[in-house]
């Protein structure tokens, strides 16, 4: 069952959407004033004609001069003909004026959006599909367009128009006519809203449902690989089957709603349009109106109810477009979980050490990752960080770059608490080799210098040297112009692993953090960049998250991390003398070394 929709709270919101909205039309509010000018002069000469036109049957059919009446009528045809040019050029002009805003404000709310998808959290970003998010982006972004052109070049002139035809009614031809045609555009627009209200039910529906199932696609694309290894191409195939036959179904029920719904206004306009020829043509027949009136009022209803009857579409269109924008200024008007502080500074670094104090932290309060972990990593030190995986050990990372608060406790930068720095700042500080390196469909050079924007080309050639890179590098035909292929599919792990080391010497910040940046590499490979990789901890403090602890052995100082706390800590020969988890974690590595090497 479909869930009906609050009509009152959906309205509310459409204005508020609406309103907010108009900021993004603000900027050239100039161009919009002469543009609804040009409108308005457009359905002046558009409600001229049909009074020309009486002028012409009624010349044609006088009794008078063949000569005057051929003299006149000609007059009348011209100005007919102009007037239809004038309409014309008015609209096209309307439209021109209109362009620039209408694609300034497209892209000031696409940039607004993307600005706001790159300041969220990084909480949101792990809730969500991909799909979802571009499927939606896409849509609210065309919808501004849609509500644009459907409130300015639609419903503003068929209003306009309604009001023109209306006074001519009123004025020439008594009150019986505006009652009819009031009652007829009253009795339609009635119609019109609540249906349409009552069946957008079933757009949200299949927009939810489109967004799912694109969500799924991409996803399922992103992750081609794993299809391929488990032969789970019937399952993603039939999972995305599944959300487009639920959308179909919804999608049936819309079409069937609205040629209901067209039928209803089909209905009341032909009704409208009979009622008032009868009472014209019972006029003509008493001689109380011409038979130009006749040609007059019909041309009117023509007129007025041609635009009228597409307002039907036009409201649906204007109900789908004012859906699709709901999630985008949904999306605007969510809060990020982590945000600066109104009187947070800049961080500058003096001293480059990092402390942890009594720091607790879980992604559900259910379920704790840390428990009161305290360390300190002094400036120029590297400290390591060791454990069984889901121990803890990349939240650290993920907490020192404030991508989450601690839940209790802190953690600083030089004896400034992160929450108390700009989140640009922090960052700037701090340089990273993830432990999975995501890279851009660009080339290696856009993907190297991407670390920093100002290096030139012999410092990006000097960091490849340093993480072992440049000889995979003058392999290439295209150098360093290689594209690297979508989250660079097209690299080995341990290429991008090295891109990753190279990115990061290139930013060179005072803190770097590895996390787990050798676990993509072979033994071979590993030792030939873990020069590369102590050059670059010697410029810097650095905390390394590490699996291989044949990575850490020269640390100042190691951490076990397990079940969310610290176990174990002292430098590789007197963990080893302890005889604890670290000592049974070498020992078993150890062990698998030996076996591959046999």
Same mark, same amino acid.
């Given at each position: 069952m479909y869930r009906r929709l609050e009509a009152p709270h959906s309205n509310r919101r459409d204005l508020q959407n609406l309103r907010k909205l108009s900021t993004y039309l603000w900027e050239y509010r100039g161009r919009v004033l002469i543009a609804l000018g040009f409108l308005l002069l457009a359905k002046l000469a558009t409600v001229a004609v049909p009074l020309v036109l009486k002028e012409i049957i009624n010349t044609l059919d006088a009794d008078t001069n063949e000569q005057k009446i051929l003299t006149v009528a000609i007059g009348f045809v011209a100005a007919y003909g102009a007037l239809r040019i004038a309409s014309a050029a008015f609209k096209e002009l309307r439209d021109s004026l209109f362009a620039r805003v209408r694609y300034r404000a497209m892209h000031r709310l696409s940039t607004s959006v993307l600005a706001k998808l790159h300041h969220l959290s990084l909480a949101y970003h792990l809730e969500r599909r991909t799909g979802s998010i571009s499927s939606d982006l896409s849509r609210g972004t065309n919808s501004l367009s849609s /509500?644009?052109?459907?409130?300015?070049?639609? /419903?503003?002139?068929?209003?306009?128009?309604?009001?023109?035809?209306?006074? =001519?009614?009123?004025?020439?031809?008594?009150?019986?006519?505006? =009652?009819?045609?009031?009652?007829?555009?009253?009795?339609?627009?009635?119609?019109?809203?609540?249906?349409?209200?009552?069946?957008?039910?079933?757009?949200?529906?299949?927009?939810?449902?489109?967004?799912?199932?694109?969500?799924? *696609?991409v996803d399922s694309l992103l992750n081609y690989e794993t299809v391929k290894y488990f032969n789970n191409e019937p399952l993603e195939q039939k999972a995305y089957e599944g959300y487009l036959s639920d959308w179909s179904d919804a999608g049936v029920k819309s079409q069937v709603t609205m040629s209901t719904l067209n039928f209803g206004q089909t209905a009341i306009v032909t009704i409208g349009v009979t009622i008032i020829m009868m009472i014209a043509a019972k006029e003509v027949t008493t001689d109380t109106i011409t038979l130009g009136d006749i040609v007059l009022i019909n041309a009117l209803m023509l007129q007025l109810f041609v635009p009228l009857n597409a307002l039907g579409v036009v409201y649906r269109?204007? @109900?789908? *477009?004012? *859906?699709?924008?709901? &999630?985008? =200024?949904? &999306?605007?008007?969510?809060?990020?979980?982590?945000?600066?502080?109104?009187? *947070?500074? !800049?961080?500058?670094?003096? @001293?480059?050490?990092?402390?942890?104090?009594?720091?607790h932290f879980a992604y559900l309060p259910e379920r704790p990752i840390l428990k009161g972990v305290s360390f300190t990593v002094k400036p120029g030190e590297?400290?390591?960080?060791?454990? !069984?995986?889901?121990?803890?050990?990349?939240?650290?990372?993920?907490?020192?770059?404030?991508?989450?608060?601690?839940?209790?406790?802190?953690?600083?930068?030089?004896?400034?608490?992160?929450?108390?720095?700009?989140?640009?700042? &922090?960052?700037? @500080?701090?340089?990273?080799?993830?432990?999975?390196?995501?890279?851009?469909?660009?080339?290696?050079?856009?993907?190297?210098?991407?670390?920093n924007n100002e290096a030139n080309t012999d410092d990006m050639e000097e960091a490849a040297r340093a993480a072992n890179l440049d000889h995979f590098i003058a392999q290439l035909p295209e150098g360093y112009d290689t594209i690297v292929g979508e989250r660079g599919l097209k690299l080995s792990g341990g290429e991008k692993q090295r891109v990753a080391i190279a990115r990061v010497m290139l930013k060179a910040p005072p803190i770097i953090v590895f996390d787990e940046a050798t676990s993509s590499l072979d033994t071979q490979t590993e030792k030939a960049i873990l020069d590369g990789l102590n050059a670059a901890a010697e410029r810097a403090t650095s905390l390394v998250i590490a699996h291989r602890l044949s990575t850490i052995v020269d640390a100042d100082q190691i951490l076990v991390l397990e079940d969310g706390q610290i176990v174990e800590r002292g430098n590789h020969h007197s963990l080893l003398a302890d005889e604890g988890l670290y000592a049974k974690l070498w020992s078993m590595q150890q062990e698998a070394k030996e076996e591959v090497l046999k």
């Open positions: /509500i644009v052109n459907l409130l300015v070049f639609n /419903i503003v002139p068929t209003i306009a128009e309604f009001l023109l035809v209306a006074v =001519i009614l009123f004025g020439g031809y008594g009150v019986q006519y505006t =009652i009819v045609v009031g009652v007829t555009v009253a009795v339609y627009v009635a119609f019109t809203l609540l249906f349409s209200g009552w069946r957008m039910q079933f757009r949200h529906e299949m927009n939810r449902l489109e967004s799912q199932a694109n969500g799924r *696609a269109g204007l @109900q789908y *477009a004012l *859906a699709d924008m709901d &999630l985008i =200024i949904k &999306l605007l008007e969510k809060t990020p979980e982590i945000q600066d502080k109104p009187d *947070a500074q !800049p961080l500058v670094i003096q @001293q480059a050490g990092i402390e942890f104090n009594d720091v590297k400290v390591a960080v060791v454990g !069984p995986s889901g121990s803890g050990k990349s939240t650290l990372s993920r907490l020192l770059f404030r991508f989450y608060d601690v839940d209790s406790g802190s953690i600083q930068v030089d004896g400034v608490d992160v929450r108390n720095c700009t989140q640009a700042s &922090l960052r700037s @500080q701090l340089g990273v080799v993830p432990q999975d390196t995501v890279m851009f469909n660009e080339s290696l050079q856009y993907n190297l210098l991407y670390a």
